[in-house]
């Protein structure tokens, strides 16, 4: 089992900053893939940012160029730095993690719905 908490949510205006943190604790050596996932009212749970052990990142076109992701593997920590953000990125966002295997783009993409530890998640709201 694995342990996710994240922390950094907030209200933002459009053009402005936030950084998440996710806290994994638990059989965190059998996780191969890590990420940001998020789910805005009425919509469908969506991936956002994905990092495996190897240090390879994937994005979601959506956030390319203003998304970072990152993770310190000693202190067990995934980071998302969110910059220029917009209205359509409010939603509660998910810090994900898994052991299954499939590309990280496609786990990113589709693969989150099998087999994935979800954290309680955290609301990010930009206002215009």
């Known amino acids: 089992q694995v342990q996710l908490v994240e922390s950094g949510g907030g209200s933002v205006q459009s053009g402005g900053s936030l950084r998440l943190s996710c806290a994994a604790s638990?059989?965190?050596?059998?996780?191969?893939?890590m990420g940001w996932f998020r789910q805005a009212p009425g919509k469908e749970r969506e991936g956002v940012a994905a990092i495996d052990s190897a240090g390879n990142i994937q994005f979601a076109d959506s956030v390319k160029g203003r998304f970072t992701i990152s993770q310190d593997n000693a202190k067990n920590t995934l980071s998302l730095q969110m910059n220029s953000l917009k209205p359509e990125d409010t939603a509660m966002y998910y810090c994900?993690?898994?052991?299954?295997?499939?590309?990280?783009?496609?786990?990113?993409?589709?693969?989150?719905?099998?087999?994935?530890?979800w954290g309680q998640g955290t609301q990010v709201t930009v206002s215009s």
């Open positions: 994900a993690a898994t052991s299954a295997r499939g590309t990280l783009g496609w786990w990113l993409l589709l693969g989150f719905r099998w087999n994935t530890y």
């Open positions: 638990g059989d965190t050596a059998s996780t191969y893939y």
